[in-house]
């Protein structure tokens, strides 16, 4: 009976261990191409289930999810996809738009016909999905979306964020004239002009979504309370949650809480606003 434990054992650590040492957003074996909007999109997809697809924040990639990849490919389909000019994919010649990045999506999810799928998207990947969640595509079942602003002024950020947004498109802008080449300073100014002057989300908008959304954000984030709870209040059908002494970077700071809150959504009947009173 020991040897058994202690083999059963021996398996589980090296099975963690490859887990761990798996190079996410790099990996040969999972990685794929697939062409959209004449662009190439890079995707992986792990595990088994009901599909989820993960859409990354501004700076980051595939490798950004790795927590979330690790936890929700046990009992889901999870598919991540970098966004255009993010990652392996391609950024095309059209300029970096949000509405570009969920058609990208939207058009990536018919090409893989997949016809049920619950989004999860962070920063800005959180106003992508929102923004799918508007196009009323008939197979999106839930969304959630964290850290999201749908607008890009002092209603939604804190004023030191504007300015940095700011100060890094602007570097940007100088070493494009320097043809300085230690970066990929076209992507670097594009995807800060995004934030700069986007995006434009009227109330009426995000009011045509018909799929239950979980809105989160922290109380120590970078976007407004205030600007997520009106995000909260113009949807239909809408879960609330603001964690406590997070920050903008909780999904990877703090991955347990994330997962745990947002598996519960997911995997939940919708609780709609007549619960309140049961």
Excluded at 162 to 176: G, L, Q, V, Y
Aim: include cysteine; proline fraction near 3%.
């Amino acid at each position: 009976m020991k040897h058994f434990i202690l083999l059963f054992s021996l398996v589980f650590l090296i099975q963690i261990h490859a887990q761990s040492e798996i190079n996410y957003g790099e990996n040969s074996e999972k990685g794929k191409f697939l062409k959209v909007n004449n662009i190439n999109l890079y995707y992986e997809i792990y595990g088994e289930g009901e599909p989820i697809l993960l859409i990354h924040g501004n700076k980051t990639g595939i490798k950004g999810w790795k927590p979330q990849i690790e936890y929700f490919s046990k009992n889901h389909l999870v598919i991540a996809v970098d966004c255009r000019g993010r990652g392996k994919s391609e950024l095309g010649n059209d300029s970096l738009s949000y509405d570009l990045i969920a058609d990208d999506l939207l058009k990536f999810l018919e090409i893989l016909k997949i016809d049920s799928i619950s989004i999860i998207g962070k920063s800005d990947g959180g106003i992508v999905a929102l923004l799918m969640g508007i196009s009323g595509s008939k197979y999106i079942k839930k969304i959630v979306s964290f850290g999201a602003n749908v607008a890009c002024d002092s209603t939604a950020f804190f004023p030191e964020t504007i300015n940095e947004i700011k100060t890094e498109r602007k570097i940007a802008d100088e070493m494009i004239l320097k043809k300085d080449l230690s970066k990929n300073w076209k992507i670097e100014q594009q995807r800060n002009r995004m934030m700069e002057f986007q995006p434009h989300i009227s109330q009426s908008e995000l009011a045509k979504i018909n799929v239950p959304v979980l809105v989160m954000s922290c109380d120590r984030d970078v976007i407004k309370e205030e600007h997520t709870l009106s995000i909260y209040n113009a949807l239909k059908l809408a879960n609330l949650c603001i964690l406590p002494g997070e920050v903008h970077r909780m999904p990877s700071l703090n991955p347990l809480l994330f997962n745990v809150t947002v598996e519960s959504f997911i995997i939940n009947p919708f609780k709609n606003n007549s619960y309140r009173f049961k």
